[in-house]
């Protein structure tokens, strides 16, 4: 019912910079939240920042400040703008979006993208 197409992924030096932007289509009536999770090698799935169709914004305490989380509510897009980078910011990383479908209200995953940050 809802598909969501993520890019931007890819490799950094640490104190670069990289923008991810996930796009949500299908069977849409309003998206609720969209926002971004990581989940790194060994560690669960852990939420770094999310924001809701009404401007309300979350981060995660170990990318405050160094993570932007912005979205176009006219396209069902959302971006995560990452400057600082460090290593421990490596993982996959995962749009995901609640949305109201004419079928009900749906959460959805995208397929992730990888980050990779070195020293």
């Known amino acids: 019912q809802v598909q969501l197409v993520e890019s931007g992924g890819g490799l950094v030096q640490a104190g670069g910079s990289l923008r991810l932007s996930c796009a949500a289509s299908?069977?849409?009536?309003?998206?609720?939240?969209m926002g971004w999770y990581r989940q790194a090698p060994g560690k669960q799935r852990e939420l770094v920042a999310v924001?809701?169709?009404?401007?309300?914004?979350k981060y995660a305490d170990s990318v405050k400040g160094r993570f932007t989380i912005s979205g176009d509510n006219s396209k069902n897009t959302v971006y995560l703008q990452m400057n600082s980078l460090k290593p421990e910011d490596t993982a996959v990383y995962y749009c995901n979006c609640n949305a109201q479908t004419y079928r009900g209200s749906v959460t959805e995953w995208g397929q992730g993208t990888q980050v990779t940050v070195a020293s």
């Open positions: 299908g069977m849409i009536v309003s998206v609720n939240l």
């Open positions: 924001k809701t169709s009404g401007g309300s914004i």
